[in-house]
Each structure stands twice: as structure tokens, then as C-alpha cells.
């Protein structure tokens, strides 16, 4: 039998590392993380769990530990935010690169300047190309449900790639929602135990992460990119069998709503659900509105894309972070870029807010749709638009 | 001498590109030719060759090897050209030659 607790993300992301029977952990402890580690530095230390847990001076060692761990077979975890996931960024393209599996948590920040611990997606965004599968969550549920689901594609022979599941800092890491924990026998079935077909071995000897001089590092990156591309079956088939064993089935792209509607908010994250809110008043009224929002962020779900926005006049995308200098949100520069080649394309428009930890309230919401709906019919002199800045917004500017 | 010629970077697709780049065949170096990397040489003089192994001990490539005559020998095959058994030579009997000349 299942059983329903509380659970903040953090826990419940730890729990479910716990229930992957995970082999490594290293990490270092950064806000709002830190819950993470500590919890499995106690399950470790209570022996709850059979693992190594690897104390290491930062987040570059942490990954590169996790490396290391990965070369030889482990199952392995890690988790961090913000600025640990800057320090280790050299590291992230590595273990993409070399094609070692493994789950990482990222409790998404803000970056600095200013100094901020508070939640926002600058810290997703900059890794956003590094090769790994990307995630978002929008409650401790998922938070637990991605980080299972995780292992099971990453390990998949046909993938081999690490896996980031992001839910945000302090509105999910910090919060106690209700989650509902399987048994042990449910995740065994749904994870088997895990197989690196190039596992090191002293009795096969074999060369990880050879020198790649410029007549063989163009085909390397060509094969990773198809491979990566080819992971999304994978992804697909995950969720699946997720649905199947658990009964919770999830999608690349969620929507709420949305059938038919003409105006469609796009969002990524646990605002997603307090947007739900603003579209109920909104369908309430009558108005022709609904949401989707971006569970994969990488590799990008350009179909399902196409399929969900195919009635939609006006998509309206909420990004929480800046591309500074860009063409606005990263999120909107990636659905827009997605659209281009659709013959009867939708108008895009991109709002940005939430940034380091400020909240978002479901009148913010329907303001971006109001608002946006009138910026689709007549334009705005800026790129993008603002939400809950104080100060008219101008020089947005190309 | 190495007979089979290894495959090099230029001749592999991207599909044939091992999952992570990973280099499943070891100890494939013994099978590549970095001779052709030398512009000059080691000749030895067998005058003033006193048979010391200097040479054979300091090749950071292990490309000097021992005749059976005793003297010792560098492998063209591997040989890069480095000069570092000349420079050890205690009898100076081991000079750098450019490859131009014969």
C-alpha cells in the first residue's frame, strides 16, 4: 500500500533517491538545497540507506566526484542551486558529454548580483544547453515522481544521459504539500537495478574522456546531439510506464484548460499552478483562455509544441529569469523560435517577473493575460513586458 | 613494426563514434606512427658508442631499443625526434641529423 504524507520537495526528492537505492552521493550544501544532502547524510548515517556519502570542498568536486562514481557503474546522486550549479558548470557539459548517467536536483535561484537565495530560473537557463534532460516541477509530488522517473530514462541503455529535475527554491524546496510514497516493491519494478555497458573494470581496460583534437571533435558532438535528440522515445515510454505502476500519468507538455482555447499562457515551474487559478476566473468570465506549461525543457518538445499551440492565437509566455540583452524571456525566445516555421503561426508575446524569490499572485496573472491579449492586438514599443515592477518599464529596446 | 594500420579520427563518421567517445580497444598506441611528427634524427656514431644505455633508459618514448650486437638503436616508427639521447650521450656519440639530409 501507498502511503499519503506531508513532504516538503526537498524530502521528498531526498525519499525518492532513498527508494532508487541510489550508490553515490556527493554534494555540497547551498540555499535552498540544503535540505537535500542533509537529509540523505542522515538517512546514510541512521542506515536507511546503504550508500557512499561524499563530503566534498564544493560543487565542482561534488559533480566531479559523481563522474568518477558514474564511470564505474554507480547510481548516483546529486543536487544543487544558483551559484553551485555556476561553480560545477564546466563540469555539467562533462557529464552530459561522456554520456554518464545520473540525477541531479537543482533547486532553482537567482543568481548574483545582487545576492539573492531566492528561487528564480537564471541558474536552468545557463546550463540550458550543457546536453542534459531537463525537467520542471510544479509540486512535491512531481518533485518526488521526476527524480524516479529520472533515473529509469538516464540509465536507459538507448539514452545514458544525466538528468536534471528542477523544482523551485523555496516555493516548492521549503513547502510541505501532500505526497504520496509507493512501495519498495513498486520502484523495484519500475527501476531495475542499473548496468553501465563501459563501466571501468580493470580486467576490460577501456579510455574515458580521450583527447578530441579538430578531426574527430565535430563528429563527437554531432553523435551526442542525435543521441540526445533520439532520448525523447525514451522520455516518452519513462512516463509510460511511470503512469502504468503508479498511476500518475505526466506529459512533455501539461496544459489546463487549454482545449480550444484562443489565448494560451505559457509557464514553466510551481507558478504554473497558481496561473491555473488566474484561467479559471478568466474561462469564468468567458474569456477564450487556457495554460500550458513546459514539463521538458531539454531536449525541447518541438511537437508537442506545434500539437498544443495549433488553435491558439496568442500564446503569452511567463519567463522567470532575463536573457539580458536578448530578444526577451529564454522561454519565450525558444517557443517563438519553435513557431517561426508554422504557416498560420500564433502571435508570441513575452512577459518577465518572479525574479530572486518574488511572488506572483494570480491578479499578476491575469494581468499578463489582459495585458498581453492587448499587446498581441496592438504591440508595445518594448520587447518584452514587465510584471509587478515597480516603475513604468521603457528602453526594452533592440 | 606495427603491421595493422590503425583507423585515425579522419577516417570514422560520426557513427562511428562509440557512445561517450569511448576508446574500447586499449593500448592502441603501440599501433600509431608518431615518427612522421621528427624533423631530425638520431645517428648513432658506433666509434665512440660505449654501449652505456643512456639512451634506451631516457627515450621518453621507449622508442631506443637494444640490438643484439649491443648497441642500441632508435625506432623510426616512434621516434619523434626530441634529441633527448643525444643531449645524455656521456660520449657525445649520438648526433641530432635534420630529415632533409641524407
Known amino acids: ?398 | 613494426m606495427a603491421e595493422k594500420r590503425l583507423k585515425t579520427g579522419s577516417d570514422l563518421t560520426w557513427r562511428d563514434i562509440e557512445v561517450g567517445n569511448v576508446v574500447t580497444e586499449p593500448g592502441n598506441a603501440a599501433l600509431r606512427r608518431t615518427g612522421d611528427w621528427r624533423s631530425q634524427r638520431p645517428i648513432t656514431d658506433k666509434e665512440k658508442c660505449n654501449k652505456c644505455g643512456l639512451c634506451w633508459l631516457y627515450c621518453p618514448d621507449a622508442a631506443v631499443k637494444p640490438l643484439e650486437d649491443g648497441y642500441y638503436e632508435a625506432d623510426l616508427f616512434y621516434c619523434k625526434g626530441c634529441g633527448i639521447c643525444a643531449n645524455v650521450c656521456p660520449k657525445e656519440a649520438i648526433t641530432m641529423v635534420e630529415e632533409e639530409e641524407k
Request: aromatic share 10%; glycine share 8%; with cysteine.
Open chain 1, 1 to 398: 500500500m501507498s502511503k499519503r504524507v506531508g513532504l516538503e520537495a526537498s524530502h521528498a526528492a531526498a525519499e525518492a533517491a532513498r527508494m532508487a537505492d541510489v550508490d553515490v552521493i556527493a554534494a555540497y550544501p547551498i540555499t535552498p538545497q540544503t535540505h537535500i544532502p542533509e537529509r540523505l547524510a542522515e538517512m546514510v548515517a541512521d542506515g536507511e540507506l546503504t550508500a557512499a556519502y561524499i563530503p566534498v570542498e564544493s560543487e565542482h568536486s561534488a559533480l566531479s566526484a559523481c563522474l568518477g562514481a558514474a564511470a564505474v557503474g554507480a547510481r548516483v546522486f546529486t543536487a544543487t542551486a544558483g551559484q553551485g550549479l555556476e561553480l560545477m558548470h564546466e563540469v555539467v557539459y562533462v557529464a552530459s558529454s561522456m554520456r554518464y548517467p545520473m540525477v541531479m536536483t537543482v533547486c532553482n535561484r537567482a543568481l548574483s548580483a545582487p545576492l539573492s537565495v531566492w528561487g528564480d530560473h537564471s541558474d536552468a537557463m545557463a546550463v540550458r544547453d550543457t546536453g542534459w534532460i531537463q525537467v520542471f516541477c510544479q509540486n512535491s509530488q512531481e518533485a518526488f515522481d521526476m527524480t524516479l522517473w529520472a533515473f529509469r530514462v538516464g540509465e536507459d541503455p538507448r539514452v545514458l544521459l544525466p538528468v536534471m529535475v528542477h523544482f523551485d527554491g523555496f516555493h516548492l524546496s521549503h513547502v510541505t504539500e501532500p505526497v504520496i510514497l509507493p512501495e519498495q516493491e513498486e520502484v523495484d519494478r519500475f527501476l531495475p537495478r542499473f548496468h553501465y555497458p563501459f563501466a571501468l573494470d580493470p580486467d576490460k581496460p577501456m579510455t574515458h574522456g580521450a583527447f578530441g583534437p579538430p578531426e574527430i571533435y565535430s563528429e563527437a558532438k554531432i553523435a551526442q546531439e542525435v543521441a540526445f535528440r533520439k532520448s525523447k522515445d525514451v522520455i516518452l515510454q519513462g512516463f509510460q510506464e511511470f503512469g502504468d505502476i503508479f498511476g500518475r500519468y505526466y506529459r512533455l507538455i501539461e496544459s489546463y484548460r487549454a482545449e480550444g482555447a484562443k489565448l494560451l499562457l505559457v509557464t514553466m515551474g510551481s507558478f504554473s499552478e497558481t496561473a491555473t487559478i488566474a484561467i479559471d476566473t478568466k474561462r469564468n468570465k468567458g474569456e477564450s483562455v487556457g495554460l500550458i506549461s513546459l514539463r521538458l525543457w531539454r531536449p525541447f518538445p518541438f511537437e508537442e509544441l506545434h500539437q498544443a499551440a495549433k488553435d491558439a492565437e496568442t500564446l503569452i509566455v511567463f519567463d522567470r529569469s532575463i536573457s539580458l540583452g536578448g530578444p526577451g524571456g529564454p522561454v519565450y525566445s525558444e517557443v517563438r523560435s519553435a513557431l517561426y516555421s508554422e504557416k498560420d503561426r500564433p502571435k508570441v508575446v513575452s512577459f518577465i517577473g518572479g525574479l530572486g524569490g518574488r511572488d506572483m499572485s494570480v491578479k499578476d496573472f491575469e494581468y499578463v493575460i489582459d495585458r498581453g491579449r492587448e499587446i498581441a492586438e496592438k504591440g508595445s514599443k518594448e520587447l518584452f513586458e514587465t510584471v509587478g515592477i515597480r516603475g513604468k518599464v521603457t528602453g526594452i529596446r533592440g
